[in-house]
């Protein structure tokens, strides 16, 4: 069964940081593209950043490009993303996602693109 795990989530600052990570069990690991979404009340959930595990090759979205990054540890089945110089339009429910087939000029932070979801972690950015 394929399962994800998101935490790291709380209440920072604006202008601080925060790391999140996302625990991936019963899949292989490598063959996978896991992405980070948010959904804040009263909008859609958007896409953030999504990692390729087989190369690295990474997206962001415009919003955060520049102050998040992600990244991953392919030996612990794990994808982080680090948050730096949060704003409070950053205050969220994050999700990671993943998924093995996506096809020729798949949008990867299309949230309608993932199969796998995890339950997610609250981000809370005060002013």
């Known amino acids: 069964e394929v399962q994800l795990v998101e935490s790291g989530g709380g209440l920072v600052q604006a202008g601080g940081s925060l790391t999140l990570s996302c625990a991936a069990s019963?899949?292989?690991?490598?063959?996978?593209?896991i992405g980070w979404f948010r959904q804040a009340p009263g909008k859609d959930r958007e896409g953030v950043s999504s990692?390729?595990?087989?190369?690295?090759?990474?997206f962001y979205s415009d919003s955060v490009k520049d102050r998040f990054t992600i990244s991953s540890d392919n030996a612990k089945n794990t994808v982080y993303l680090q948050m730096n110089s949060l704003k409070p339009e950053d205050t969220a429910v994050y999700y990671c996602?993943?998924?093995?087939?996506?096809?020729?000029?798949?949008?990867?932070?299309?949230?309608?693109?993932?199969?796998?979801w995890g339950q997610g972690t609250q981000v809370t950015v005060s002013s």
């Open positions: 996602a993943a998924d093995s087939s996506m096809g020729p000029g798949t949008y990867y932070l299309d949230p309608y693109e993932y199969a796998y």
């Open positions: 019963g899949f292989t690991f490598d063959d996978y593209i």
């Open positions: 990692i390729t595990l087989s190369d690295g090759s990474t």
